[in-house]
């Protein structure tokens, strides 16, 4: 039974890492696309239609939501590892 109550604290720290890894990412991703839509909202002053494309906004929601389902992962994994 320890050996196996190890194994999982071991699979555990893993995800946990992965989902560490993940919102990073996200996170990084959406400062990016926030830099990109200033970008181009500073060029459409000069361009006479819009170049930040109608998906941009949503791509960003979606990613803030992406990131509070992972930071809802992260705090799952540390509640069952406190748990164990």
């Known amino acids: 039974m320890t050996e196996s109550l190890g194994e999982i604290r071991a699979a555990l720290e893993e995800v946990s ?11 990084s991703a959406e400062q990016r696309l926030t830099e990109a839509v200033a970008m181009l909202t500073e060029l459409d002053q000069s361009h006479h239609e819009s170049l930040v494309p109608p998906e941009l906004p949503r791509a960003d929601q979606e990613l803030s939501r992406g990131l509070g389902l992972i930071s809802g992962g992260v705090d799952s994994v540390a509640a069952i590892e406190a748990r164990l």
Not at 17 to 27: G, I, K, T, V
């Open 17 to 27: 890492a992965r989902l560490h890894s993940a919102y990073r990412s996200a996170q």
